[in-house]
Nanobody, 125 residues
Framework: QVQLVESGGGLAQAGGSLRLSCAAS???????MGWFRQAPGKEREFVAC????????KYAESVKGRFTISRDNAKNTVYLQMTSLKPEDTAVYYC???????????????????WGQGTQVTVSS
């Protein structure tokens, strides 16, 4: 079972930037990788995902144009570059992997079978 470890969370001011990293314990180049977030009292929601090649990415409408997902398969690492941060981006951010066969893009947390422990992102106004 792949282990995922997120890093890079913290406190940022509105309009600022943060970059999250997700390191996989095994070669994850075949996996669909995603980022989700969960704010207090809310359900976990899709943020972005990227296919194995990096050529196909999808974003939630709320982050489109501000966040960029990328991956470095040689380093078994996925990144989420977050810019123009807003207070409503405050949440625990989770890295996820779909390690089983896939075709296309998946938006539901139920479609991912490996998760990191999460990293807190707090954006102050």
């Amino acid at each position: 079972q792949v282990q995922l470890v997120e890093s890079g969370g913290g406190l940022a001011q509105a309009g600022g930037s943060l970059r999250l990293s997700c390191a996989a314990s095994v070669r994850a180049f075949r996996y669909l990788m995603g980022w989700f977030r969960q704010a207090p009292g809310k359900e976990r929601e899709f943020v972005a995902c990227i296919d194995w090649s990096g050529g196909l990415t999808k974003y939630a409408e709320s982050v489109k144009g501000r966040f960029t997902i990328s991956r470095d398969n040689a380093k078994n690492t996925v990144y989420l570059q977050m810019t123009s941060l807003k207070p409503e981006d405050t949440a625990v951010y989770y890295c996820a992997a779909r390690t089983i066969e896939y075709s296309g893009i998946y938006y539901s947390p139920n479609d991912y079978d490996a998760w990191g422990q999460g990293t807190q992102v707090t954006v102050s106004s």
